[in-house]
Structures are given as structure tokens and as C-alpha cells.
């Protein structure tokens, strides 16, 4: 069973950064994509950024691009996402998930759908 483990969340002041994680364990095809994904209040979630696994690709929302970095440790099964300059829209509920289609999945930042979820963290920025 494929299971997500977000961590690192937590209130802020902007302008400062902030790391969150996904531990990922029960993974067992060869390669996938994993990506971080928010949800304002009031809003649809939304891809932030994507990284697929066996080659490093990576994809981001534009509204990120610059100050958010995707990365991951495959010998921990651990993937990051750095937020460097964050401001009070990047205020969420950040949740990782993975998707087997890692090609498809980069390309278009998740927005058809992942196939396992983890429950999220909150990341809350003050102005």
C-alpha cells in the first residue's frame, strides 16, 4: 500500500523559507511522478510542482517558479519542496502525491488526476 507523509508545515512570516517533506513508502513500479499540491481556502487544489522520480524532470506553477524548488532523496524515499520568499498566498494545505505516469504527470503538473494522496500539511504565511 502506497502510503504519503507530509511534514514541515507550520505558521510563518513572509519572506521567509520554508522546507515541507513526503516521506513515501509502498511504492513498488519502477518509476512515477510525485508532485506537491495546494489548497486555499475557498479554492481548488492546484499542482505547485512535479518531479519525476527516475529522471528528475521537473515542472512548476508559475506563480512559484523561482522561489520554489522541487527535489527528491531516492535512497530515503523522501521528497522536498523548498519555499524560499514565501508570501501570504502560498498560504495552504500542501499535499503530496504520486502518479505512475511520470511523463504525463510532469508535463501537466498533476491536473488529471493523482493516483495516491497523502493528507496534507498547513502551511500558513503572515503578512
Known sequence: EVQLVESGGGLV???????????VSGVTFDDYAIGWFRQAPGKSRRGVAV?????????????????????????KNM???QMN????????VYSCAVDKDPVFTTR??????M???GKGTLVTVSS
Open 13 to 23: 512570516q513572509a519572506g521567509v523559507s520554508l522546507i515541507v517533506s513526503c516521506a
Open 51 to 75: 518531479i519525476s522520480r527516475n529522471n528528475g524532470a521537473t515542472n512548476y506553477e508559475d506563480s512559484v517558479k523561482g522561489r520554489f524548488t522541487i527535489s527528491s532523496d531516492n535512497a
Open 79 to 81: 521528497v522536498y519542496l
Open 85 to 92: 520568499n514565501v508570501r501570504p498566498e502560498d498560504t495552504a
Open 108 to 113: 501537466t503538473l498533476g491536473a488529471y488526476g
Open 115 to 117: 493516483d495516491y494522496w
